[in-house]
């Protein structure tokens, strides 16, 4: 406490300080202010007039103060010889202790305290300054802080959001998963069990009509291990062809006998005696899908399927499903002149032909290549101008004249590559005169029902019985035929 006072009078003498001199006219001024301001300010020298009273008696000029006389003034003692000069020392630095240790130091004069601000004046000065240079750096630096700070909140508010956001989505893939967990759970207790027990059911249902199907192929196997026989009665009448058949008298279509060269021995053909004047010889048939024509080269070269059946007259005069065979064709062909008839019924019952005056294939050192002219008809010309849906040199791939014919196991096609699975004849089903690859495929896979499918098809393309340029790729034709006859001008 009595620090806190000393502290408020030094204060307090810095606000009054005035400039050291002799007791002058200044400080008798002073003094009698002082007087006055006491005078006035205790009311016990003081009785203020009441009102009706009359007022008080002026003040007399004082008599002057007594002058002259008195003491002289007092002699200098001399100073002792040998007699050291003690100096004077002033306590605390010129102020003076109180008679009491305990009250304390009474505080130093205005004078005194002038000097000793004047002393420390250029250091504290210049401790000021440098106070104040360092103040101004912690200034600054506080407001760097500050800055850094409210740039931190704001980021941390930012976080803050995104952890809240995060949260909630946190928590509503929380409640999705335990909705998901609850509903699998349910599942996998009450309906996996049934399901297991169906889908048991289901495969012993399929074991037992898969077992069945093995033993009818077996049995299909072993029937097919022999030749088919036809018990038809075959005419007398044969030929080198079915042309010359009719020009004999043969006049029914059935199944004949021909021996085109007297080096070989005869074989069985289908004579159509009825279309455009008959002596047709039935080189190729697709009619119900019954035999399948993806064949070797040793097929297609010496021929397959069934070339005739009863048609209930005891006589074969129906045609069956087959294939004459290569070398036959080529035999055939190069007997002189031969035009070719295609005949082509969709599943509504739609016919078209395609006829061609000109139709040759060559032997198997050829690799039967075929040539082809002179075409007419409805179905569109496919073998000579390729795809009509197509353009440029897309439908010059198309195009079957003057190709080598290609089967699965022997690939002839135009198709160029070194891969050996694209090949026409595996993607395509059939044995044929592929180009890269085709614009009719007459021995392509058999659909029922005509439209099919990519996904239906083994290898996704289009290998169903097509002639493109009258119903496109994707629909497979219900009935297909080729026939030959000697050409001559009618």
């Not at 504290?124 to 850094?148: C, E, H, M, P």
Request: glycine share 10%.
């Amino acid at each position: 406490m009595a620090g806190k006072m000393k502290l408020l009078l030094l204060l307090f003498l810095c606000t009054a300080t005035v400039w050291c001199s002799d007791y002058d006219e200044e400080d008798e001024d002073f003094i009698n202010l002082s007087k006055k301001a006491k005078e006035g300010a205790d009311v016990r020298g003081h009785r203020p007039l009441s009102k009706g009273q009359s007022p008080g008696p002026t003040n007399r000029p004082p008599p002057p103060p007594v002058s002259g006389g008195g003491y002289k003034p007092r002699p200098t003692k001399p100073p002792v010889r040998g007699a050291k000069k003690e100096k004077i020392v002033y306590p605390d630095e010129g102020g003076c202790l109180h008679a009491h240790e305990e009250l304390g130091a009474l505080c130093p004069t205005g004078c005194e305290l002038r000097t000793s601000l004047l002393k420390q004046d250029r250091t504290v000065k210049s401790a000021i300054r440098d106070v104040n240079g360092k103040v101004n750096v912690l200034a600054q630096s506080t407001n760097n802080i500050y800055k850094y700070a409210s740039v931190l909140k704001s980021s941390v508010n930012v976080r803050n959001d995104i952890n809240t956001g995060n949260q909630d989505i946190a928590n509503e893939f929380n409640r999705e998963l335990e909705e998901h967990y609850v509903y699998i759970k349910e599942n996998v207790e009450m309906n996996i069990a049934t399901n297991i027990r169906v889908l048991r059911q289901v495969l012993d249902n399929l074991k037992s009509k898969l077992q069945k199907m093995e033993s009818a192929m077996s049995l299909q196997v072993e029937n097919c291990r022999t030749p088919c026989v036809t018990g038809c009665n075959i005419p007398v009448v044969s030929g080198k062809e079915c042309e010359d058949i009719f020009r004999k008298g043969g006049e029914k279509s059935e199944m004949y006998l021909i021996k085109p060269d007297d080096f070989f021995r005869p074989y069985k053909v289908y004579c159509d005696m009825t279309t455009q004047n008959g002596g047709w010889t039935l080189i190729q048939n697709r009619q119900d899908g019954s035999v399948g024509f993806g064949r070797t080269w040793d097929g297609y070269r010496s021929g397959f399927g069934n070339i005739a059946r009863d048609g209930g007259k005891k006589i074969c005069d129906m045609p069956g499903e087959f294939w004459l065979g290569n070398d036959k064709i080529s035999q055939l062909t190069n007997l002189g002149p031969t035009e070719a008839l295609f005949e082509i019924e969709d599943w509504d019952g739609n016919k078209v032909t395609a006829q061609y005056n000109g139709f040759t294939v060559q032997n198997e050192a050829n690799k039967y290549q075929i040539s082809l002219s002179g075409y007419k008809g409805t179905a569109g010309n496919a073998l000579m101008e390729g795809a009509s849906q197509l353009k440029g040199e897309n439908r010059t791939m198309t195009i079957h004249n003057g190709m080598y014919f290609s089967t699965y196991d022997r690939d002839n096609d135009g198709w160029l590559t070194t891969d050996p699975n694209k090949q026409c004849s595996k993607e395509d089903g059939g044995g044929w005169w592929y180009n890269r690859c085709h614009a009719a495929n007459p021995n392509g896979r058999y659909y029922w029902g005509g439209h099919y499918t990519w996904d239906m098809a083994k290898h996704g393309t289009d290998d169903g019985v097509v002639w493109m340029n009258w119903k496109g790729s994707w629909y497979s034709l219900k009935t297909m035929s080729i026939k030959i006859r000697p050409y001559f001008s009618t």
